[in-house]
């Protein structure tokens, strides 16, 4: 029995990754210094793994595994120039021109989107070779990973030209495609294997998708390619059940994964189907994605009688270890009875290697397991309270009064605003300034007073500022907030808050997920102060900001054993109450952000009905008893929704604004839709996670565009997320254009009349 670990945090014990890769972003960092800290961190991931049977390498992405594996094949687009190394990396990463970000399956992590021009690859840079070499330098033998054809195909997306979208590609495509992309892969795997590595892991997850029979007829294939070239390959399915059992486990690789965390189907299939004896099951038994402890004990039981059958059994987590934090170790501020129900990525390994050696026959590993299991016995943390509240609910709170056309008539009214109304989407910059003074508060260094004094200075410059650039729907800025979830998780009862659990997101960012670890309730008014405050300012409307329920559970780990649907219940009747609140005290505007709600979606469409109906109850849940007069938005960071509009419009929101200026013209079918139904729709009209300023031409072009397909009056102007990761040298050049191109093209306009 051995055990194998994958996909180990990246960003370090002290989040040194981001410090390293910020640093030489902004010169601070020599070249040399950079890569000295990166082959660091390196050495602090192999000792992390120590315990394993093998350690895996090539996993320290400098910014993003699929972006690594675009680059390696020479999948660099045209406008990015001559391949230059760490530049021309860097620039599709966060220059100007970037690729596109989006979600990784249905997870909160981003990758970039590689854009495919022709049927053409080449070997650029083995990393995955380079990385083995390094490892054995250092004096350790690894194993090289990497994305494989399959999920690097799936997720990529073909530039047609002609002005059309780059979209995925046809079966026909990927056939086309698959056939070059493989000769590289094959010279890739056949260049490691000339190593003789132990094996070459490949991560499929997209084979954790819907999979169509002619999709499985080439992996079949280019997997025969590879294998041809030697080393042993191990291919790893997760995030999901694989799409089909049969055909997966006949892949001709020598080991493959199976998730058996997610849900019940994987295992389900193994009982029936069986698993091919000479090939290595990887079973991901411990959870990549959850921070609660294995139940060991439950976990011994059940493989031991597999164990018996399969010779070459692993223990695995159930998919990379990256969506965790390092390691509980640092967060003795948790009180013990929950601390001692967490596992993180480094005592996911530990569990792993108590599975191994119990399961191999250590009688002490064995007792540890069944100690461990039964720390997790009792029952913890529920409230009564809450749970009535939920068995009370009644249709009526799940459904808002009068129909949108009538409240956006009413709201017209109320609001008085002009023809193509400009807003931003919360946040203003967060500077290192106003990041000292919140850490400053929380340790206590500054008083309640001061703090509050001091946020307060910062709303009212961003008012006058606002007022300034002429906006019409006024934000305070959120200056209060370290992070849209975690703010809300903090005032919440039954969510803990870790001191050091940071999780990347996407390059550099991180955020630090919440714990919901029992019942979920409001002891307080959450947003109420500083909103009031910024209103007191103006006249103009400002918008209160609420991050909605599916994003509040989406974007924290959650209890296993509490349904999802119920947590997201709990959640929306907080927000509920705090809607109330705001109103009571005159707030006209109300943005409740869901940039959640499409990654919740399961893998596979056969689930997506099941997932859509409770998120989108739960919006509803906490928007059903708003006032008609109060005009309620949401917002989402993406655009690619034409295969939901339908869930979206069930959420019964006023006003959407979405992403829109990096995904280029792709939002145009789902967005005549919504407004065909008096939703109003403001499109991002320029990317907020590159420093590049728009000009008023490119907002006026992209302007252009989305009132070909709308009615002016459904037309919101704002960017197409929120302003925290900019600085105010660029937010306020790049606000004035987006005002100045606003208001120049609404003087050309008319409005139809009679909406
Ligand atoms: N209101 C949030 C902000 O502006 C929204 C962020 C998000 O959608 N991710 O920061
Ligand atoms: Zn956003």
Not at 299 to 317: D, G, M, S
Not at 495 to 507: K, N, R
Not at 549 to 568: C, F, G, K, M
Request: negative net charge; aromatic residues 8%; glycine residues 6%.
């Amino acid at each position: 029995m051995h055990a194998f670990a994958f996909g180990f945090p990246r960003l370090g014990t002290r989040r040194e990754y981001k410090a390293l890769l910020e640093g030489f972003w902004s010169g601070q960092l020599s070249p040399a210094e950079f890569s000295e800290g990166i082959a660091q961190l390196k050495l602090q991931r192999a000792a992390a793994y120590a315990a394993m049977d093998l350690i895996p390498c090539n996993e320290l992405s400098l910014y993003d595994p699929m972006l690594d594996t675009a680059v390696m094949v020479g999948a660099i687009p045209e406008r990015f120039g001559a391949y230059t190394g760490l530049e021309t990396y860097f620039a599709m990463a966060r220059g100007k021109a970037a690729l596109e970000l989006t979600k990784w399956f249905n997870t909160n992590y981003h990758y970039l989107v590689p854009e495919l021009q022709q049927p053409e690859f080449h070997l650029l840079q083995n990393f995955p070779l380079e990385d083995l070499r390094f490892h054995r330098s250092q004096g350790i033998e690894a194993v090289p990973t990497l994305i494989g054809p399959y999920t690097f195909l799936r997720l990529s997306k073909r530039v047609r030209g002609g002005g059309a979208p780059p979209s995925p590609l046809t079966t026909e495509e990927l056939a086309l495609f698959g056939e070059a992309l493989c000769s590289v892969y094959a010279r890739i795997v056949h260049e490691l294997s000339q190593e003789n590595p132990s094996c070459i892991v490949l991560h499929e997850p997209a084979l954790a998708l819907d999979v169509p029979e002619a999709h499985w007829e080439l992996v079949h294939a280019w997997y025969a390619q590879l294998a041809a070239q030697g080393a042993p390959l191990w291919v790893l399915c997760y995030y999901d059940s694989v799409a089909d059992y049969r055909r997966y486990v006949e892949l001709p690789v020598a080991g493959l994964g199976l998730d058996l965390v997610s849900n019940e189907e994987n295992r389900r299939w193994l009982a029936q189907h069986g698993f091919p004896p000479e090939k290595v099951l990887l079973a991901g038994v411990v959870n990549g994605r959850q921070v609660w402890a294995t139940d060991l004990e439950a976990v011994c039981n059940e493989l031991e009688p597999l164990a018996a059958n399969l010779p070459k059994l692993v223990v695995a987590p159930s998919c990379p270890l990256y969506h965790l934090p390092v390691t509980v170790a640092h967060e003795q501020r948790l009180p013990l009875e929950l601390r001692q129900r967490l596992a993180f990525a480094q005592e996911r390994i530990e569990e792993l290697r108590l599975l191994r050696d119990a399961l191999s026959g250590d009688p002490h590993a064995r007792t540890q397991c069944r100690e461990r299991s039964r720390l997790l016995a009792h029952p913890f943390a529920r409230n009564e309270a809450v749970r009535e509240r939920l068995r009370a609910l009644t249709p009526r709170d799940f459904q808002r009064e009068p129909d949108v056309a009538t409240r956006a008539q009413l709201q017209r009214e109320r609001l008085r605003l002009p023809l193509l109304p400009t807003t931003t989407i919360g946040s203003f910059p967060q500077t290192a300034e106003l990041r000292r003074l919140r850490a400053a508060y929380r340790r206590g260094e500054c008083s309640e007073e001061e703090y509050r004094a001091a946020i307060q200075e910062r709303i009212r410059h961003a008012i006058a500022l606002q007022e300034e650039l002429g906006l019409d729907v006024l934000v305070h800025g959120e200056f209060e907030r370290s992070d849209m979830v975690e703010y809300f998780a903090e005032r919440l009862e039954g969510i803990a808050i870790t001191d050091h659990g940071w999780v990347l997101s996407y390059g550099s960012r991180v955020y630090r997920p919440p714990i919901i670890y029992g019942d979920v309730s409001r002891p307080a008014a959450m947003t109420l102060a500083e909103i009031t405050f910024a209103q007191s300012l103006t006249r103009k409307p400002v918008k209160g900001m609420l991050t909605g329920p599916v994003t509040l559970l989406l974007w924290s780990y959650w209890r296993q054993d509490i349904p999802a649907e119920e947590l997201a219940y709990e959640l929306a009747l907080c927000i509920a109450d705090e809607v109330r609140d705001l109103e009571n005290a005159g707030i006209g505007v109300i943005q409740i952000d869901e940039p959640a709600f499409r990654e919740g979606a399961p893998l596979k469409r056969h689930k997506w009905g099941e997932y859509f109906r409770w998120a989108v109850r739960a919006f509803r849940l906490a928007t059903a008893h708003a006032r008609p007069q109060t005009q309620i938005h949401t917002h989402m960071c993406y655009s690619e929704f034409n295969d939901i509009i339908e869930h979206i419009a069930a959420m019964d929101f006023d006003v959407i604004s979405i992403e829109g200026s990096r995904s280029k013209g792709e939002i145009v079918e789902s967005v005549a839709t919504l407004a065909a139904q008096q939703r109003q729709i403001g499109v991002g009209v320029y990317d907020v996670h590159s420093p590049a300023i728009p000009t008023v031409e490119e907002i006026q072009s992209i302007l252009r565009r989305i009132l070909s397909v709308l009615p002016p009056e459904a037309v919101w102007v704002n960017p197409d997320c929120g302003l925290k990761t900019r600085r105010w040298e660029e937010v306020i050049p790049a606000l004035r254009n987006m005002v100045t191109a606003t208001r120049e093209l609404a003087r050309t306009m008319v409005p139809t009349p009679a909406r």
